[in-house]
């Protein structure tokens, strides 16, 4: 996996990028741990309302849905090794995995453009 500095306002984030089929079903799979200005960049194929789970993901996470331009849509928090189903409201093109609270913490809600999601490898 590659990675990708992505700005929210004026907060940095580090983010892996899920490109790829295989990266995108691994996630965040069996980590115990994330950096507080870390995070996974999962991008689609094609927009769609795509949907996250937590199977076998060791630590609660928020995911915000991005459109296109990279323009959050929706946040959910998602529990530790769950497999319910959190989904965008509307197609999606990109979703971005914080430690969960991380969005809210800082005030990010939806409408707010992403900087730097132009950035990303064509998904594979």
């Known amino acids: 996996m590659g990675r990708l500095e992505i700005t929210a306002g004026f907060h940095r984030i580090e983010a892996e990028v899920a490109y790829t089929d295989p990266d995108r ?15 996974m960049l999962f991008v689609f194929p094609f927009p769609a309302r795509h949907c996250m789970w937590m199977r076998n993901t060791l630590i609660p996470l928020s995911v915000a849905f991005l459109d296109e331009q990279g323009r959050i849509i929706n946040i959910r928090d998602m529990q530790p090794q769950t497999e319910n189903s959190h989904c965008a409201d509307q197609d999606a093109r990109f ?8 969005f809210s913490q ?4 939806a409408g707010l453009s992403l900087g ?3 950035r990303a490898p064509a998904p594979r």
């Not at 800082?106 to 809600?109: A, E, I, P, Q, V």
Request: aromatic share 4%.
């Open 116 to 118: 730097g999601i132009n």
């Open 25 to 39: 079903q691994q996630g965040l799979m069996n980590r115990r741990s994330m950096g507080q200005n870390q995070g």
């Open 95 to 102: 979703a971005l995995e914080m430690n969960q609270g991380w």
């Open 106 to 109: 800082r005030g990010l809600k």
